[in-house]
Structures are given as structure tokens and as C-alpha cells.
């Protein structure tokens, strides 16, 4: 059974930075790419980075510069290293993983999710 667990959420002032984690376990495949989710209140899940099994990543345009994801050194761990946080980053966000490895930037692109870990930026 593959289970995404994320951790690292928290209450961020302004221009603060956060590190999220996302641990996966029971992967059968080694060809995925995660990605990063968020889900604001009220708003539609939106894409902000994805690691593709090629090693290549992309972002969102309001991410870009500020937003970083990357691979730790056991292959079942992935960060997103926030940094100049935004009061408009506040949301929940989501890793997933798509065993299919082409890791778009839509979410049904991708098989298995984790439950998400919340992140509020104070002005």
C-alpha cells in the first residue's frame, strides 16, 4: 500500500522560510515524479513544483525563485524548501506521486496523494 505523509507545516511570518517533507512508503515503481499540491481556502488545488524522475523539475510562475523542491538522500523523501513566503502562500500543501514518471503540472496526473500539512503566513 503506498501512503505519502507530509510534515513540516507551521504558522511562517512574512519573508520567513519553511522546509515540508514528504515520506513515502510501499512505492512499487521507480520511475515517478512527485510533486507539490496546494489548496487555499475556498480555492481549486493548484500545482507549485514537481521533482520528475529525470531529475528535471518545474514550478509555477508565483513560486518560481522563491520555491525549491528536491530529493533527499534516501530516494522515498522529497523536500519543498519555501523561502520569501507570501501571505498568499497560505494553504495546505499536498505531495503526490505519478508512477507513470511524466510528471505534469495537473493533479490528475498523479496516482497517490498524501493528506497535506497546512501552512499560514502572517503579514
Known amino acids: 500500500q503506498v501512503q505519502l505523509r507530509e510534515s513540516g507545516g507551521g504558522l511562517v511570518q512574512a519573508g520567513g522560510s519553511l522546509r515540508l517533507t514528504c515520506t513515502a512508503s510501499g512505492l512499487p515503481f521507480s520511475r515517478y515524479s512527485m510533486a507539490w499540491f496546494r489548496q487555499a481556502p475556498g480555492k481549486e488545488r493548484e500545482f507549485v513544483a514537481v521533482l520528475k524522475w529525470t531529475g528535471a523539475t518545474d514550478y509555477a510562475d508565483t513560486v518560481k525563485g522563491r520555491f525549491l523542491v528536491s530529493r533527499g538522500g534516501v530516494r522515498t523523501t522529497w523536500y519543498l524548501q519555501l523561502d520569501n513566503i507570501k501571505p498568499e502562500d497560505t494553504a495546505v500543501y499536498h505531495c503526490?506521486?505519478?508512477?507513470?514518471?511524466?510528471?505534469?503540472?495537473?493533479?490528475?496526473?498523479?496516482?497517490?496523494w498524501g493528506q497535506g500539512t497546512q501552512v499560514t503566513v502572517s503579514s
Open positions: 503526490a506521486a505519478d508512477r507513470a514518471g511524466g510528471g505534469g503540472s495537473a493533479a490528475n496526473d498523479y496516482d497517490y
